[in-house]
């Protein structure tokens, strides 16, 4: 294709509309045709990533290969396109200030007084127009965070404005809004959507396509009222019901031919619907299943919807592929205890060890480890979930009394997991942990080499701290074996107990790669193990 084409997303009335959803499935729609595809999340606020925003703050913190710790929402974009992103998909408003205060101050701005038009807008149109013009993508959609209006969403508003006059019929908005049903009337209220139109408007905006979230269908008649109030072409209006599961937006949106109007509205030529064989068959087997299985998630997070988002994900798409349904349970591990861990884990076809940071909660995985471990129930640990495992079995099977990781206790008598030498020295914590995709060597024969059926992985990482292997010897002899390892640098990657029907730890974070239509093949080898421990 010549021109990159840009599309904007941005949302209206209230935030939690699910523009990532929205964004990621029209991104499939468009892929589906042919075209390459990137979908970047633009965020308001100042912290220069989430790395450093704590889960209650900004959910799941997500990780793209090259190391870059992003808003979750980057999750969706991976697992709905299958292609990876990269630091340039996520760009917050502190990452534009830092970089133009740089410039400033290397004096690239010649004396000239430096304002957020046209010096901001000019950093926020040059990362939109990034991942056109070096990375070559067909489309690039681009989600603004937050909902018009917003103060600090104010300056990337115009740079939409700028660029739709800029690039003409090669930009398009798409406006994400909310018609609520106010049960007392029994009638649905479009004045919100009509609103927050106007907003836009008055930030010199029109938008071209309108998405309307709903939990019911709306009507012919209520769609037609809000085209000819918005200025929006009556096929420009789409509506997205609350569906089962997200992966069925695209089907939604290609039902009403959202793709066709966007390739209309930007001079490109529509061609016959694609059939999305992959996708659905995926949605074919999740609609198919009838059997359960239960997979006990044991966390501090566990109120919170997005914290796990990625694991959560995960979990669904290895169950779907091996044909059965999810039924996660969320387990609060300050409220697990050796005394009633039985009773809490019970039912549990299998459980899976949360990543994680400092010390609180960190008892209960101990006790649901050692009830795992000693009960044979299939687990996967992950990060700190596997760092856990090792702490557990050298204090319950090597008898290392009070082992530790050096985050929770600096002054242990066995520092079975420590801080990385590469991290010694580090003092500023953001963007400063071990980040992004790592080779890791699988031993023959392993669980994980069965489930990644070859030697050489690459996975994502987060974290400071590793296993110590001046313990490996003393570890493998009692029977956890360290089967996975960095080729550079040794650094143990996983560790497993094959006398155990699963029971796996690794230290990198499978759950950033799993998609859709390529399912994380250490998650579907456990989510067999607990079927298969089920029966
Ligand atoms: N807190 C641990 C570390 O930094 C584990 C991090 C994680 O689970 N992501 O090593």
Not at 81 to 96: H, M, S
Not at 315 to 331: G, K, P, S, V
Not at 405 to 431: F, W
Request: glycine share 8%; charged share 25%.
């Amino acid at each position: 294709m010549a021109d990159t084409k840009y599309i904007f997303v941005t949302g209206g009335v209230v935030s939690s509309l699910g523009k990532g959803i929205i964004s990621a499935s029209l991104g499939k729609l468009l892929q589906a045709r042919g075209y390459s595809v990137t979908i970047q999340k633009f965020d308001p606020y100042i912290n220069v990533d989430p790395g450093t925003l704590n889960p209650y703050e900004h959910g799941e913190c997500y990780v793209t290969i090259d190391g870059h710790e992003a808003d979750l929402d980057l999750g969706h974009y991976e697992r709905f396109l299958n292609v990876p992103t990269t630091r340039a998909n996520n760009i917050t408003t502190g990452r534009i200030y830092q970089s133009v205060i740089e410039k400033e101050r290397k004096g690239d701005y010649l004396g000239k007084t430096v304002q957020v038009v046209p010096h901001i807008t000019d950093e926020i149109k040059r990362n939109v127009k990034l991942l056109g013009s070096k990375y070559k993508f067909d489309f690039v959609i681009t989600e603004i965070g937050g909902t018009v209006g917003d103060i600090e969403s104010l300056p990337f508003i115009e740079s939409v404005r700028q660029l739709k006059w800029e690039l003409g019929k090669n930009c398009i908005c798409v406006h994400l809004t909310y018609v609520p049903y106010i049960a007392a009337a029994k009638e649905y209220k479009t004045k919100p959507t009509q609103h927050s139109v106007k907003q836009l408007q008055e930030l010199g905006i029109q938008p071209d396509i309108l998405v309307l979230r709903t939990e019911r269908k709306l009507s012919t008649e209520l769609l037609r009222k809000v085209a000819l109030f918005c200025n929006v072409a009556e096929e420009a209006v789409v509506q997205s019901v609350d569906v089962p599961t997200i992966y069925e937006v695209p089907l939604v949106l290609q039902q009403q031919k959202m793709d066709e109007t966007v390739l209309r509205k930007m001079g490109l030529e529509v061609g016959p619907t694609p059939e999305m064989i992959a996708w659905n068959e995926f949605l074919q087997k999740k609609i198919s299943a009838t059997e359960t299985v239960k997979i006990g998630l044991v966390g501090k997070y566990v109120e919170l919807q997005d914290a796990y988002k990625s694991i959560d994900e995960s979990l669904l798409q290895a169950a779907t592929y091996n044909d059965r349904i999810l039924e996660l349970h969320m387990l609060h591990s300050e409220k697990i205890t050796d005394a009633n861990v039985a009773e809490q884990l019970r039912g549990m076809d299998g459980l899976v060890i949360a990543p994680g940071f400092g010390q609180r909660g960190i008892d209960g995985k101990f006790a649901a480890i050692r009830y795992a471990r000693e009960n044979n129930i299939p687990t996967l640990g992950i990060c700190l979930g596997m760092q856990c495992m090792v702490i557990e079995f050298a204090r319950n099977v090597l008898g290392l009394e009070n082992a530790n990781s050096t985050e929770m206790d600096v002054k242990t008598p066995y520092k079975v997991i420590d801080l990385m030498e590469e991290q010694k020295n580090v003092t500023n914590m953001g963007g400063s942990m071990r980040l992004g995709a790592y080779d890791c060597n699988l031993k023959k024969g392993s669980k994980a080499y069965k489930a990644y059926k070859k030697e050489s992985i690459q996975e994502r990482h987060r974290h400071r701290f590793e296993f110590n292997s001046e313990y490996r010897d003393q570890f493998e002899a009692a029977g956890m074996k360290c089967t996975g390892e960095n080729p550079d640098t040794n650094l143990v990657e996983v560790v497993e107990i094959p006398e155990l029907n699963w029971f796996v730890g690794v230290q990198f974070h499978p759950e950033y790669s799993s998609t859709v239509v390529s399912p994380n093949p250490l998650f579907v080898s456990f989510v067999k193990a607990a079927i298969d421990n089920k029966k």
